[in-house]
Nanobody
Framework: QVRLVESGGGLVQAGGSLRLSCVVS????????MAWFRQAPGKEREFVSA???????YYTGSVKGRFIISRDNAKNTVYLEMISLKPEDTAGYYC?????????????????????WGQGTQVTVSS
């Protein structure tokens, strides 16, 4: 059984930072791309960042230069380092693992690419 467990969310002031973690169990972690999505109340789930099995990274425009995704294959963990947080970053953040191994490129920005999701961790940025 594949499980994804996020942690690290919280309440932070604008300009602050947080580090999210997602631990994966039940599959060969290093073969699969991983991603972070977020969803604010009343809005659709949106792509934030992804990291391929070869370490290639992808970001949505609004977080480039502020968020960094990384992975530690020895720990089956993907991270999202977030700095210079803004109130518009407030959302539930979800990690996800792709349907197939060794996926790359623009496909990683769509929810359809993923078949396993974590339960989410809330990030709230106050102004």
């Amino acid at each position: 059984q594949v499980r994804l467990v996020e942690s690290g969310g919280g309440l932070v002031q604008a300009g602050g930072s947080l580090r999210l973690s997602c631990v994966v169990s039940g599959r060969t972690f290093n073969n699969y791309a991983m991603a972070w999505f977020r969803q604010a109340p009343g809005k659709e789930r949106e792509f934030v960042s992804a990291i391929a099995s070869n370490g290639g990274t992808y970001y949505t425009g609004s977080v480039k230069g502020r968020f960094i995704i990384s992975r530690d294959n020895a720990k089956n963990t993907v991270y999202l380092e977030m700095i210079s947080l803004k109130p518009e970053d407030t959302a539930g953040y979800y990690c996800a693992s792709t349907r197939r191994p060794f996926m790359f490129g623009i496909d990683l920005a769509t929810t359809d690419a993923y078949d396993y999701w974590g339960q989410g961790t809330q990030v709230t940025v106050s102004s």
